[in-house]
């Protein structure tokens, strides 16, 4: 069988672009499909996670990246024209691969669903995002005037996008119920992709946040929370690993608050598995979530996650009390109390670590992924009985 995903550019150190990669990789690996990431925008970088050879990256060069130079008129227009020679590639290319399956992340391409179905068996769209937040819609709308008519624009052409699809797959329960008044979604969540076998110690004075340095994630609001928890146990220590267009300032708010002794700015690294072994809990202070990998990652790991009750992934990953806690979102000082908690009691860490580890094993590759093989599957089958 032959996979095609449609996608931006594997050049962000996040989520999305691990769990494509990590599913790429297994339908290649493990059931010998072959398998076609579709970028536009690649610009000759090597993708951050670890690609298989039996994966074929194939860029189309357009380079969208171009537009942010220029001020709004003239970036329309470019924008305009990148979209023309962007559809015409993407047509060539699918016509030299004739997939069985496209699989389109509801990004820019999610527009060309009848292009699709011309070469393609069967049409998916993969949402990662939350339908509240996507394509970033409440910024433009925030921004008022015309942001806010185009952001009325892009939804209502995402809705009719979406009706097109023959399967559109999101991550979670409440995203199926925000769908739902536009059309019958399927939920299937992200797979685990790390779960050592060894036992975790939990005795290391080190927490570990991995986001991006952007608004969604809220790095601010961890600085905030830790400024608390830094007058209560001074002697332990939050390791960042982040990247982004927020890093300076939270690296500055750091240094004005007298505390960066206790929160340490790390590198991105590939070896996170060891990263999370060598702490005792995970934090995320994220404003809205899709389903965090961060969080299914650490639980893998034995940590107990402490997170914000944002919309809408945390809920589904995180048991309140079980194996981690669950915060009033944007409550600050609740947040530090759960984080002072755990590190006043170490047999308390380990009873939530253990029940994270073991609600993990449901996330399981092999069953998450046998949940794709069925789509696949059921879609290809519907068309060949259709024709």
Known sequence: MK???????????????????????????????????ITDSQNGLQPFFSLSEKVHLMDMGINFFQQYQYGP?????????????????????LAEIHPDVVISTFSRDAKFVSLYKRYAKATIAEVHTTKKNIRALPNLRLKGGVYKLLAAYIERQLN???K???????????????????????????????????????????VIYVGRAEYEKAPDRLVEVWRL????????????????????????????????????????????????MTSSMCVLTSRYEGFPVVLQEAMGCGLPCISFNCPSGPRYIIKDGEDGYLVEDGNIEAFADKV???????????QLGKVAKQ?????????????????????????????
């Open 340 to 350: 002072c908690l755990l590190m006043e009691n170490e047999k308390l860490r380990h």
């Open 3 to 37: 996979i095609a995903y449609i996608y931006p550019a594997f050049i962000n150190i996040g989520g999305a672009d691990k769990i494509i990669i990590s599913k790429a990789n297994y339908m290649a690996d493990q059931w010998g499909y072959e398998v076609f990431l």
């Open 160 to 162: 009719a996008s979406a």
């Open 359 to 387: 609600h993990m094993a449901y996330y399981s590759k092999e069953r998450i992924m046998g949940q794709w093989q069925d789509l696949f599957e059921r879609l290809t089958e519907e068309s060949d009985h259709a024709k």
């Open 229 to 276: 928890v830094a007058q209560r146990h001074p002697d332990w220590t939050l390791r960042m690993f982040c990247t982004g267009a927020m890093l300076e300032e939270l690296k500055d708010k750091v240094k004005e608050y007298g505390i960066e002794k206790q929160i340490l700015f790390m590198p991105p690294t590939k070896d996170m598995e060891h990263e999370y």
């Open 73 to 93: 008129l003239k970036r329309l227009r470019v924008y305009l024209r990148l979209m023309r020679k962007y559809k015409q590639a993407l047509t060539k290319t």
């Open 164 to 206: 097109e699809f023959d399967e559109v797959v999101v991550l979670n329960n409440l995203e199926e119920e925000l769908w739902r008044p536009v059309r019958q979604v399927k939920v299937i969540n992200n797979a685990v992709q790390y779960y050592p076998a060894e036992e975790n110690p939990l005795s290391v004075k080190s």
